[in-house]
């Protein structure tokens, strides 16, 4: 046998060799034991450990057990423990039980979930979410949702679909003819949009620095006095959900009108969303059922894997359009065909973990889960104040927004914060100053992980002060 057979030989044989599994299994057990009360952040040698990884790639296979054991004895204490309860960085959720079984059980299928020919289940399940999330966030009925890799691509989807959407109503058929000589589109958005907002106008040929910025107030939320005349040849972009205050802009204000005049209406809900599933925090998205399409990621707030983006649209037709793809060989169903809605042709089957985690919670299990989010960083909120902490914020959802008496200290208190390994947040700048911003968005979040996080400040504070003095 020549040795290129040999070698696939031996690939063929691991797929029944249980004792790899098993070990992986163990891996991770031993991991997820031990992800609450590990420091963070991983240490200077952990992280100097990454340099015996590989440099080059080997001319020979290198087994699975070694492939392993180098991946969990050097890769695991150089992680970042983001499944634990101390983790408020980057507005990054956990991770629920029955979403990650579900995702080791669905990588195992390595479903391509494009079309339904390829894999019905992952086409049945998708089918299952978007109903499902449909009722739950008060969407019209008939809103299509397409699953990307993550708000930024949610949000690209549903700014497409509005700039397809609003050249066609102007006869001209971006899809086909491209952007050279259309008719051009304006772009309304808040002065605090997010930073994916204009990645994907970037992409999509509308331009960053071509905007039209609407001030807002001191929670960051867009005054609807301030909009420009609105028209039909208008993309207006809103936010649930500042990514440093979590404020929300006024929804039910702003949409009615903006749609009166023909506008496309985007609200980028990357965490805030979420809100609409709890009867206390439902309030805050008000209206939003009215906008035409709307960008959410079920990691941040409902604790679904990475992985799991979401675009919702009115209109079926006009994100089928700004997403479409033809090809002789693609075999279309009569059921969900899940690549008539995102970007990917191929891809991995993420709605398996997506369903287990919205059926692992039910209805009430998600309100349940908004509620207790917000409840911790209400009790993040009032210990830090009760320690001298300025806290910048109304604390209407999960976000916290804490700056010291100087900006030098708030930075050092955070630098402090960081490198304590107790807990870990990262850092904005409000009103022109250094800002640390706290966002609660892990199920393993307790009362007494909050406690312990808030010394750490406390004493990262005291640090920074005695080091000014």
Known sequence: MDT???????????????TVRDAAREAAEDYIRGASERGVFPTEEAIAHLK????ALPRDPTSPAAILSLLHLIG????????????FGFVNGGCLPAALAAKWLGDTWDQNAGLYVMSPIASALEAACESWLVDLLGLP??????LVGGTSMATLCGLAAGRDELLLRAGWDAGSRGLFGAPEIRVVLGEQAHASVFKGLGLLGLGRDRVESVPVDAQGRM?????????????????????STGAFDPLAEIIPAARAAGAWVHVDGAFGLWAAVSPRTRHLMAGADAADSWSVDAHKTLNAPYDNGLVFCRSRDALARAMRAAGAYFILSEQRDSMLYTPDMSRRARGVELWATLLSLGRDGAAALVDELCARAR?????????GFRVRNDVVFNQ?????????????????VQRSRECWCGGSSWENAPAMRI??????TTEDDVRRSVAAFVAARESARRAAA
């Open 439 to 444: 966002s609660v968005c892990s199920f393993m």
């Open 52 to 55: 015996e990884l590989p440099s």
């Open 141 to 146: 009925p008939g809103t299509a949702m397409g």
């Open 76 to 87: 695991s204490p150089a992680t970042v423990a983001q499944t634990g309860g101390r983790y």
């Open 379 to 387: 009790q993040f909120a009032e210990l830090l104040a009760a320690q």
């Open 400 to 416: 916290v927004l804490v700056t010291c008496e100087t900006a030098e200290i708030t930075q050092a208190t955070l630098t402090g």
């Open 4 to 18: 290129t057979r040999s070698l696939v030989e031996d690939l063929r044989r691991q797929v029944g060799d249980v």
């Open 223 to 243: 005054v609807a006095s301030k909009l420009p005349a609105l028209d039909g040849k208008t993309l207006l972009v809103l936010q649930a959900g500042n990514v």
